[in-house]
C-alpha cells in the first residue's frame, strides 16, 4: 500500500487522489468510447473524422463491383498478360469507372 500525506489524499472534488506510476495496476471503468475513421468513396472523394457509428458494411457485392486502387485487367480474347489498369474513381450509380492502364516490362518488348 501507498500511504499519501493528508495533503495529497483529495484531488479536484474531494475525490481520493492516488500518483500512478509505471508499472501499478489500476482498476479503470470505461464509460464511453468514441471511434472516427477516414473514409476513401467509390468516387475518390476523401472524407475525414467520420463517425464509425454513421457507416455501415455492404454486404452484396458483385462482381463489377469497384474501387479506387483496386487492380483490373481487360476482359478479352486476345488477353495480353502484362497490361493492367489501375481504378482511379467509380460512378456507382452509373456503373463505371476510370481507370488508368499500364504495361509492365516484358523481356520481348526493349
Not at 477516414?38 to 476523401?46: A, I, L
Not at 462482381?63 to 493492367?84: A, I, Q, R
Request: net charge negative.
Amino acid at each position: 500500500k501507498l500511504k499519501m500525506s493528508k495533503n495529497n489524499r483529495e484531488g479536484a472534488g474531494g475525490l481520493p487522489f492516488m500518483m500512478v506510476q509505471n508499472g501499478m495496476k489500476v482498476v479503470t471503468e470505461t464509460l464511453s468510447t468514441r471511434s472516427e475513421v477516414d473514409v476513401v468513396w467509390q468516387d475518390g472523394r476523401v472524407e475525414c473524422n467520420v463517425p464509425s457509428t454513421d457507416l455501415y458494411p455492404i454486404q452484396h457485392l458483385d462482381e463489377h463491383e469497384f474501387f479506387p486502387g483496386d487492380f483490373v485487367v481487360e476482359s478479352k480474347d486476345s488477353f495480353l498478360p502484362h497490361n493492367y489498369g489501375v481504378v482511379q474513381d467509380v460512378d456507382y450509380l452509373g456503373r463505371f469507372c476510370r481507370v488508368n492502364w499500364f504495361q509492365t516490362y516484358t523481356q520481348g518488348n526493349r
